[in-house]
């Protein structure tokens, strides 16, 4: 099985950037009770280049394999995560890919 990487983009208006640590600290939460979900890692957007689009922050979820990741997306507390999450921010992108 190949793990998969779970990018997530956020943007975050300058008044609600203070959101970002609670924002990690959940999805943190989030890892440390579900199986399969492997590591986090995340911050907010630090290149010269500007090709952000506007995304403030990022994360990569790794996962053990698609059904972990299928697991989180359908969790009950990934959801109240987003209910949580969503009126904070003006966009977010998501992207998954198997890592070999």
């Known amino acids: 099985m190949k793990k998969i990487q779970h990018i997530v983009l956020v943007k975050f208006p300058a008044h609600k950037a203070h959101r970002m640590a609670d924002l990690a600290s959940a999805l943190e939460g989030l890892r440390k009770k579900m199986p399969g979900f492997l590591a986090i890692q995340g911050g907010?957007?630090?290149?010269?280049?500007?090709?952000?689009?506007?995304?403030?922050?990022g994360f990569i979820m790794t996962f053990a394999d698609a059904a972990a990741?299928?697991?989180?997306?359908?969790?009950p507390d990934h959801e109240k995560l987003k209910q949580a999450f969503l009126?904070?921010?003006?966009?977010?992108?998501?992207?998954?890919?198997?890592?070999?």
Do not use: K
């Not at 990741?69 to 969790?75: A, E, K, N, S, V």
């Open 44 to 57: 907010a957007y630090s290149s010269p280049e500007g090709l952000n689009q506007g995304y403030t922050h």
């Open 87 to 100: 009126p904070d921010l003006e966009g977010v992108v998501a992207f998954d890919f198997e890592a070999s």
């Open 69 to 75: 990741r299928d697991h989180y997306l359908t969790d």
